[in-house]
């Protein structure tokens, strides 16, 4: 376990990567998660639309760079751009919030956060809370509404997605649940933050107790989660897991770095 989070870290998830990791524009071709979920997004990086004849909810919209392939994979599964209604966002970082203004003025969705996570999308994620402010790439700002809090129900039509604050990643980290049906039988599919403990040089999660108290809560949070599909902002992170295993994983990384920082 210790050997596949370091390489995470080093391949994954750091800023210094994203020039670099192919993954992150890779294209894959899209595909239905369960029901009226599908995944639009990138071999590395995930998009999920979730559909309904009313209209369509988006969580998240990687890179700016991967906006035309994220459109395209929308409208090959048969769907309009345009009937994105709503934008979500797991996290407010360039690979997974960059290409949301582009696609909210596309589709002319409302793009809908927490207070916290729609400050880090309106300063384009040039927010200095951020463990990773001063390293990870800005990007585009976004008018986003920060109306969004632990509980709220996300409604488009018969479609509903509740909201689950995970701070960690970031100040504004937000898992998605909602059931989607198939042949009849339900399913809960929890789109889940990014949980892994990154940060620029120079900060040290241990100087911000506060911070790293909310962060252990949020494991608990992940680990209580409705959850019989588990999808993840990075696909491969999540894959194969429970969310109680994913949850673990990340309150793993977060000790190794506060042992780090403690010298031992």
């Known amino acids: 376990m210790r050997r596949t989070l370091l390489a995470l870290a080093t391949v994954i998830t750091l800023p210094a990567a994203a020039d670099t990791n192919p993954l992150w ?10 029901g009226d979920t599908y995944f639009v997004g990138m071999k590395g ?13 988006l969580i998240d919209a990687p890179m700016e760079a991967n906006v ?32 949301i203004a582009t696609l909210a003025k596309d589709s002319g ?7 916290a996570g729609a400050k880090e999308l309106r300063l384009g994620g040039d927010d200095p809370s951020d463990p990773q402010h001063g390293e990870a790439p800005l990007f585009a700002k976004v008018d986003a509404k920060g109306d969004v809090a632990d509980g709220t129900v996300v409604r488009v039509g018969p479609l509903a997605l509740t909201a689950h604050i995970t701070p960690g990643h970031t100040a504004g980290g937000t898992a998605w649940t909602w059931r989607s049906c198939e042949n009849g039988a339900c399913k809960t599919i929890a789109y889940v933050d990014s949980l892994f403990a990154f940060s620029a040089d120079g900060y040290r999660y241990s100087d911000h107790p506060a911070f790293v108290a909310a962060y252990r809560k949020t494991f608990d949070r992940v680990a209580a989660l409705p959850c019989d599909i588990l999808v993840t902002p990075h696909p491969e992170q999540g894959e194969g897991k429970t969310c109680g295993e994913y949850a ?17």
């Open 25 to 34: 524009t890779q294209p894959v071709a899209p595909h239905a998660i369960y």
């Open 109 to 115: 969705a409302v793009v809908r956060a927490t207070a």
């Open 68 to 99: 035309a392939t994220i459109e395209a994979n929308i409208r090959k599964l048969g769907f309009r751009v345009e009937d994105i209604k709503v934008i979500l966002n797991s996290h407010a970082h360039f690979d997974h919030a960059g290409g």
């Open 248 to 264: 673990d994983a990340g309150r793993k990384r977060l000790d190794e770095k506060l042992a780090q920082e403690a010298g031992k």
């Open 45 to 57: 990086l995930s998009a999920i639309l979730v559909t309904s004849p009313q209209g369509h909810v």
